[in-house]
């Protein structure tokens, strides 16, 4: 099993629908980042979370929100999806440590909204 | 967080080494360099990072200069495999907020 799960791994939805993507881990860091990728260009990061308690906007949080449900959990969501929200989103954790606070990413999730 | 600047796209021939450049001009003393890989819409992949020294691992090296205002990656022997998106950022080690720029497509012909 990965130790970054995303589902779904892909999905198409309507403008206004509610969409959650869920991302679990199995590596047993405190923290846990949510980015999203359009076509041709870098990541952006939309939240992360320190831990259970903590969460952090990133720079496009804009139309996006989280929940951190146990350490093992984060969750993004679009409450009202639209067409510009369409990109592949990762999940990313780490675990600061050894001189390196390395990333370790989901497979990712593709979301198109019609 | 120091900025990183990368060559959109390189090309490099099957089994031949590829060095993939990243200036950072602004980094400063305490910030690391991260090097990762996207292959296609994969998830990225840790590569290797350093501070000062050079690193190397069994993936790829990692070459500082002593200004540390550029580094280098090297894959020894690419293969068609290695085609992929590179990405280079300077860190804060600790730091939550990883900001991936577009980084450097490299394309591994046979």
């Known amino acids: 099993d990965a130790d970054v799960t995303q589902t779904p791994r892909n999905r198409i939805t309507k403008t206004g629908k509610r969409i959650m993507l869920e991302c679990s881990q199995t590596k047993g860091h405190d923290r846990m980042y949510w980015y999203r990728q359009d076509p041709g260009l870098g990541l952006r990061l939309i939240y992360y979370?320190?831990?259970?308690?903590?969460?952090n906007k990133g720079e496009i949080s804009d139309g996006y929100s989280v929940s951190r449900q146990a350490q093992a959990k984060f969750s993004l969501s679009l409450e009202s999806a639209i067409p510009n929200q369409t990109a592949l989103y990762f999940c990313?954790?780490?675990?600061?440590?050894?001189?390196?606070?390395?990333?370790?990413f989901g497979a990712g999730s593709r979301l198109t909204v019609l | 967080d120091a900025k990183t600047t990368q060559p959109p796209s390189m090309d490099c021939a099957e089994g031949r080494a590829a060095n993939l450049p990243c200036n950072h001009s602004t980094i400063s003393g305490n910030e690391y360099v991260y090097w990762y890989r996207q292959i296609h819409s994969q998830g990225p992949q840790y590569i290797i990072h350093?501070?000062?020294n050079n690193e190397t691992n069994e993936m790829a090296s990692l070459i500082i200069t002593e200004d540390r205002k550029s580094s280098t990656l090297i894959l020894p022997h690419a293969t068609l495999r290695d085609t992929a998106v590179y990405y280079c950022?300077?860190?804060?080690?600790?730091?939550?907020?990883?900001?991936f720029g577009s980084g450097t497509k490299l394309n591994v012909k046979p």
């Open positions: 979370s320190f831990d259970v308690k903590d969460i």
């Open positions: 350093g501070l000062k």
């Open positions: 990313a954790t780490s675990a600061p440590g050894s001189g390196a606070n390395v990333l370790t």
């Open positions: 950022i300077a860190q804060l080690y600790n730091f939550n907020k990883f900001y």
